[in-house]
């Protein structure tokens, strides 16, 4: 599939694909570079002392722990 990127860097990510990825509509999603690719992977960043979702570089909204 090809898409056009908007002047800001934007993209819409189609619907089906997101699903299949299991990347819901305002969740998380982290951004990589692989060689000349960039990756878009749903987050899964969980807290390293009680497991919770958390955000890399905050503190966990359940314990506490800076993670
Ligand atoms: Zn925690």
Do not use: W
Not at 7 to 36: F, H
């Amino acid at each position: 599939m090809i898409r056009f990127l908007e002047s800001y860097g934007r993209i819409c990510l189609p619907q089906g694909m997101r699903r299949a990825a299991g990347i819901e509509a305002n969740s998380r999603v982290k951004i990589s570079v692989e060689g000349d690719a960039i990756v878009i992977s749903k987050c899964e960043h969980r807290c390293s002392n009680c497991g919770a979702p958390s955000i890399p570089g905050k503190k966990c909204d359940l314990c506490g722990t800076p993670n």
